[in-house]
């Protein structure tokens, strides 16, 4: 993913992924959109790791994307580096859920985890 985001102009500064998510702090160019970015990495890395390890594999068809302030990057990044230890605390689902919640963002169960 880190090769893909490069080629794209994307700054990877950590990627890190368990069995069902993947996490990625990436620096995007300032005239690039987060919708356009993930389409960028998503696709291609997907075509490899079908060809390297799984054929059946494929992202989910949406993301979700947040903005990071300069002073959380550290914190960000230890997250990422740490999720599968995190993610024994609480799950990815349930986090992710609070998550919305906790920031005040609307949506509807039934497609959050489609």
Not at 9 to 26: K, N, T, Y
Not at 47 to 74: I, N
Not at 103 to 114: C, T
Request: glycine share 8%.
């Amino acid at each position: 993913m880190a090769g893909v985001a490069k080629r794209r102009e994307i700054h990877p500064i950590v990627i890190g992924g368990v069995e069902d998510h993947c996490h990625a702090l990436l620096e995007l160019p300032k005239t690039m959109t987060m919708s356009d970015a993930m389409r960028y990495v998503k696709g291609p890395s997907s075509k490899w790791f079908r060809e390297a390890h799984v054929a059946e594999f494929g992202w989910q068809d949406g993301f979700a994307g947040f903005g990071v302030s300069h002073s959380l990057v550290p914190k960000t990044y230890s997250y990422i580096q740490n999720q599968r230890e995190h993610h024994k605390k609480i799950d990815f689902r349930a986090e992710y859920l609070l998550l919305l919640k906790k920031h005040g963002i609307e949506y509807d169960e039934r497609y959050v985890f489609d």
